[in-house]
């Protein structure tokens, strides 16, 4: 049984929420007042922003340029087509952008899976890089949905705590830094979502036939959840708008099923401890159930950990004769594709486990030409005769 998004849409008077959630305080207010008391500096949005409407009513802006892109460890170690595609959309589109060099790791993954750290060394870390994109007038966009999730944490401690805020100038003294939060923080996800109708308007490749399901991260819309984006044009306002909308602005046969609220299976500790529970989850919880519900083409979703384990666990499942065996990307690389990205040397789809290829030919894009093209530069690089992907020259 196939279920149309459709299906699941409320009207739009829905998307109010309670009264008890609309007293919520802003923590932006809250942050400009610890500033005006000399506590913090604030890092402020000053270039042009599209404003969105988060799950309880707060307007949140997200800026569309001059952004330093907090760039996720997974993304670079295991899916460097993640990180590409969101640069040569963001290039596509004319906005320039800092791609830094003196980025740590959130360390969100010690804090979530081990719980060995203390929370003044979170918070410092997050502030360093904090500080870091504000010196160089760049604001901060996060890749990663857990480093996401984790900053938002911290911004609320250091504004409930005076003795961490105290305790993290002293950290950022040592280092000759300012303790610094940006006005807004900004998942990538937003800024596709945000500008989703001028990613679509630089559409050249047709994706009406693609069958999407989406599976949202827990860490993007369950942490903090007040911050997240809710649209009343996405499901309602019932969830999460971030890919979906995307997805739907681009042309998509999006398509729900039951378990849309299950995490990925990756969980942190388990995915360290109990693998084959994460590779169970993953397949039984959500692949099996999307194929029998909505059978997609694709899964969709914005976060490292979960384009990881919803991909690479298939490969046991599949072994088992389960009902596996669909392709996984990120909304990034989805949205490149549509563009007109290649699916090597941008969107670096090889890299993937699961069969990606049966969704490039709906998209009419022919795999193995760019597979050649893609081959023929890496000799290129190989001989020295090259020493970069020219981004600019991959336009198919």
Aim: glycine share 6%; charged share 25%.
């Amino acid at each position: 049984m196939t279920i149309p998004i459709e299906a699941l849409k409320r009207k739009k008077e829905h998307f109010e929420r309670g009264e008890d959630r609309r007293a919520l305080a802003d923590p932006r207010a809250e942050l400009l007042a610890l500033e005006e008391q000399g506590e913090l500096v604030v890092q402020k949005i000053d270039r042009e922003a599209v404003t969105v409407p988060t799950k309880y009513g707060r307007a949140k802006r997200i800026q569309k340029a001059h952004l330093w892109h907090h760039k996720s460890c997974g993304q670079c170690g295991h899916i460097p087509g993640y990180s590409t595609s969101i640069f040569w959309v963001m290039r596509k589109l004319g906005y320039d952008y800092h791609d830094p060099r003196d980025q740590t790791s959130c360390t969100a993954w010690n804090y979530y899976a081990s719980a060995t750290s203390n929370m003044a060394a979170q918070a410092a870390v997050a502030v360093r890089n904090f500080a870091a994109a504000n010196e160089t007038g760049y604001f901060p966009l996060i890749h990663c949905g857990t480093s996401y999730g984790h900053y938002k944490e911290v911004r609320e401690e250091l504004i409930r705590h005076p003795e961490l805020r105290a305790e993290v100038r002293a950290i950022m003294a040592k280092l000759g830094k300012q303790l610094v939060l940006p006005e807004e923080i900004v998942h990538y996800s937003e800024w596709f979502h945000a500008l989703r109708h001028e990613i679509a308007a630089r559409q050249v490749r047709d994706v009406s036939q693609v069958k999407v399901t989406v599976h949202p991260a827990c860490h993007y819309y369950k942490l903090v959840e007040g911050d997240a984006i809710y649209d009343p044009d996405v499901y309602g306002g019932q969830r999460t708008a971030v890919v979906t909308g995307l997805a739907q602005a681009l042309g998509a046969d999006v398509r729900t099923y039951s378990t849309w609220f299950d995490c990925c299976g990756f969980g942190f500790r388990h995915i360290l401890v109990q693998r084959g529970f994460t590779r169970s989850f993953a397949t039984l919880r959500k692949i099996e159930v999307m194929k029998e519900e909505a059978d997609p083409d694709v899964v969709l979703t914005h976060d490292t950990g979960c384009v990881t384990t919803l991909d690479k666990s298939q490969f046991a499942a599949k072994a088992h004769e389960r009902n596996v065996g669909v392709g996984v990307m990120s909304e990034a690389q989805f949205a490149a594709l549509a563009m007109g990205a290649h699916p090597y040397k941008v969107c670096q789809l090889h890299w993937h486990s699961a069969d990606y290829r049966p969704v490039l030919e709906k998209m009419g894009i022919d795999w193995e030409k760019a597979w050649a093209e893609f081959q023929a530069d890496v000799k290129r690089l190989e001989s020295g005769e090259k020493r970069f992907l020219d981004w600019d020259d991959v336009d198919g």
